[in-house]
C-alpha cells in the first residue's frame, strides 16, 4: 500500500519568515495530494490540495509543489503568522481521494513571535 | 463546516465492552470514511463507504467493522474493545465526483477504554 513520509516533524521560524513541509509517497499510482491543517483540539481542515496533472499550485501566502518524477511534494508558507501555528498533514491518494487517504505523521509549525 | 456531526464526542469505556460511534451528514455526499489519529501517527483509515451497504476496508481494520444502511448515516462499532482503540476517531465525508475528491472531516470522537 502507499506510505507517505513527511519532513520536519516539528519546525520553527521567525514570524514573516517562510515555511517549507516536505513529503514523499511510494505509490506511483497516487494522483492526489491534500495537506491539511489542524489546530490543538479542532478537526482537521483543508487547506491547499494537488492534482498529478498539476506541478505547482498557489492560494494567497501558500502553495504546493509536486515532482511526480522524484515522488515528492511540498507545502510553502510564506509571511508567516502566528495564526499559522498549528500541526500540518500531508497526504496522497490513487484514487483521487475516493478509497481513502494515507497521511503523513505530520509537522508541528511554531511561529515564534 | 460541512453538515457532519459525531456522536458520542467523548466515550469512556471498559476492556471487552462493544462501542459504536455515529457520523451523520446532511450533505448527500456518497463517500464516508473512518479514520483514528493517534500521536505519532497522523491519521489512518479504518473503513469506508462508497454508498449505501457498500463498504471496504483501510489500514487499520483489524477489530473494527461499519454499517451504513443510510446515505447520511455511517456505524463504526469496536465489537470488544481493547485499550489499543484508545483514541481519537474522526469521520469524512466526501462527494467525489469526478475531479473533485476533497476530504471534510468531522468533529472527532474521543474514545478512552480503560
Known amino acids: 500500500g502507499e506510505n507517505v513520509e513527511q519532513h520536519p516533524s516539528t519546525l520553527s521560524v521567525q514570524e514573516g519568515d517562510s515555511a517549507v513541509i516536505k513529503c514523499t509517497y511510494s505509490d506511483s499510482a497516487s494522483n492526489y495530494f491534500p495537506w491539511y491543517k489542524q489546530e490543538l483540539g479542532k478537526r482537521p481542515q483543508l487547506i491547499i490540495d494537488i492534482r498529478s496533472n498539476v506541478g505547482e499550485k498557489k492560494d494567497q501566502r501558500i502553495a504546493v509543489t509536486l515532482n511526480k518524477t522524484a515522488k515528492h511534494f511540498s507545502l510553502h508558507i510564506t509571511e508567516t503568522q502566528p495564526e499559522d501555528s498549528a500541526v500540518y498533514f500531508c497526504?496522497?491518494?490513487?484514487?483521487?481521494?475516493?478509497?481513502?487517504?494515507?497521511f503523513g505523521k505530520g509537522t508541528h509549525l511554531i511561529i515564534q513571535p | 463546516d460541512a453538515g457532519i456531526t459525531q456522536s458520542p464526542r467523548h466515550k469512556v469505556t471498559e476492556t471487552g465492552t462493544p462501542v459504536t460511534l455515529r457520523c451523520h451528514q446532511t450533505e448527500n455526499h456518497r463517500y464516508m470514511y473512518w479514520y483514528r489519529q493517534d500521536p505519532g501517527h497522523g491519521l489512518r483509515l479504518i473503513h469506508y463507504s462508497y454508498g449505501v451497504k457498500d463498504t471496504d476496508k483501510g489500514e487499520v481494520s483489524d477489530g473494527y467493522s461499519v454499517s451504513r444502511s443510510k446515505t447520511e448515516d455511517f456505524l463504526l462499532t469496536l465489537e470488544s474493545a481493547t485499550s489499543s482503540q484508545t483514541s481519537v476517531y474522526f469521520c469524512?465525508?466526501?462527494?467525489?465526483?469526478?475531479?473533485?475528491?476533497?476530504?471534510?472531516f468531522g468533529p472527532g470522537t474521543r474514545l478512552t477504554v480503560l
Open positions: 469524512a465525508i466526501s462527494e467525489d465526483d469526478i475531479g473533485q475528491g476533497e476530504q471534510f
Open positions: 497526504a496522497a491518494s490513487a484514487g483521487g481521494g475516493a478509497d481513502g487517504l494515507t
